[in-house]
């Protein structure tokens, strides 16, 4: 094939053209220049921002006939054997199909070999994190000590991949994502070269679509080209990205400012049709929002725009939209785009978004006036009313006051408060018999508490027990004294409990909670109020027998188990 892609065409040749990369190439031109080559370097980065090709050039240079230089000539045998590929002593190794550790081993075993035709053998090993852990251990030793006349160059787009003793035996360098206005630098210059007819605005479209990437970037441009016709347009250059034009999103930003909702589905209807990916068109509508934030937070920072171009009708809009508003925008279309990932149907995602945009609570214009005075005639209307209340002679109670002298009486009150009254009349009727019938309808009720979605409820009776009854209630003795209070508290709770025995007993029964601290202390003062020859009410058959309280405090009461 006669025609080359322009990213081969243009691949860099020398450092100065390795655009965006400035951190990278004046340290490795220092280090040419005073002769300090590393044995292993690492270069590590985003896809298609340079770093085989500054291999490349690195390999070149260190092998140049006029070295010591900080560019190699790529003018002498050793600079065009080297970009040629005609030289074999600077050896290109892709690690995806050779990851393993044969592949390894007999690189280990040729590195010995001097170089034949210059003055460096050089492997770039280009994604270098495929390589298997075998194969990695089978590098180790040769990349820490290789002979003087080897350079290992490895390069990767995933770092983290690599492990950590052979990233400590290279010098590792970093190169980052290349700015949007970098690569429309780079684009003129091809274009001049080349004699195409670009319009600047395309590449600043193609330029935001590479996301960092030059080599992106010149393959978007190369589709533009051969799309267009004698003059690459805008259109041609949205229509190659997949872009949404700025008018189209400003039209829509619009539509929403005026909370129009069926001019927003008109626009995004006529979207669709031309065959815009929802999914695309949604990133583009958060960016422009993005970028909207960034504007009215940062003017001066074009350069931080990703997706806009600061026309006027750009900057109408943005000083329409209060910040706090951008801020549901952008949350709004987040969740649609997180949502629109897991459906076959993100077109209904997105148009439900857009009337979402379109019906914000409150709107998105900027008309505090109209919209506070409402309230604020009637603030007016109350206060009149209080004042003529005062005027007559009657007392207004002041709420936030009232509140405040109240808040103290809650949160002096602590813990469950048992009714004590309550309990003691329970006690004075209470009999064996009445307890045993409770009891023996214990797991029946659970079971039921179950049966009738109660699952949270019947938890809070896991750890409790019924401890005394009578003809008409009982007692339930909880371990914890927060179980109690949710259970008491409870009014739908305690109806269905009450429901549940009258089903088994047939007799509805009054029921008291009372905590396991506090019942041993309620026990004892009615036995010692019933101790004078008054009945006991009871009580005194439900005292444990001697032999079961001594086993109690030998083995502790969980281990006891009672059989009538």
Known sequence: MSYQALYRVWRPQSFIDVVGQEHVTKTLQNALLQQKISHAYLFSGPRGTGKTSAAKILAKAVNCERAPVNEPCNECASCKGITDGSIPDVIEIDAASNNGVEEIRDIRDKVKYA???????VYIVDEV??????????????????PKHVIFILATTEPHKIPLTIISRCQRFDFKRITAQAIVGRMKLIVEETGVRCDEQALQIVARAA????????????????????????????????????????????????RDAAAGLEYLEELLFHGKDPSRFIEDFILYYRDMLLFKAAPRLEESLERVMLDDEFRTLAENVKPEELYKLIDVLNKAQQDMRWTNHPRIFLEVAIVKLCQLEGGIQASPTGDLQ??????????????????????????????AQKKPQRSSRKGFQVPVGKINEILKQATKEDLKVIKSQWGDMLNRLVHNQMRSQAALLNEAEPVAASQNAFIIKFKYEIHCQMAMDN??????????MNELLGKRMQ????????????????LHTQHDGESDGGINQMEEEPLIAEAKKLFGEGLIEIKE
């Open 211 to 258: 996301d960092g990437g030059m080599r992106d970037a010149l393959s978007l441009l190369d589709q533009a080209i051969s799309f267009s016709e004698d003059l690459v347009t805008i259109e041609d250059a949205l229509t190659v990205t997949g872009a949404v034009s700025q008018g189209f999103l400003n039209k829509l930003a619009n539509a929403v400012l005026e």
């Open 491 to 500: 009014a739908k709770f305690l109806d269905t409990l009450a429901n549940i």
């Open 511 to 526: 029921i008291s909670g009372v905590p396991d601290e506090q019942w041993q202390k309620i026990r004892e003062d009615f």
């Open 115 to 121: 170089p034949t035709s210059v003055k460096y053998k």
């Open 129 to 146: 994190h495929m390589l298997s852990i075998g194969a990695f251990n089978a590098l180790l030793k040769t990349l820490e000590e290789p």
């Open 374 to 403: 409402p309230l604020l005639n009637r603030i007016n209307q109350l206060e009149q009313e209080i004042s003529d209340l005062k005027r007559n002679g009657l007392a207004v109670i002041d709420e936030t006051q009232t509140a």
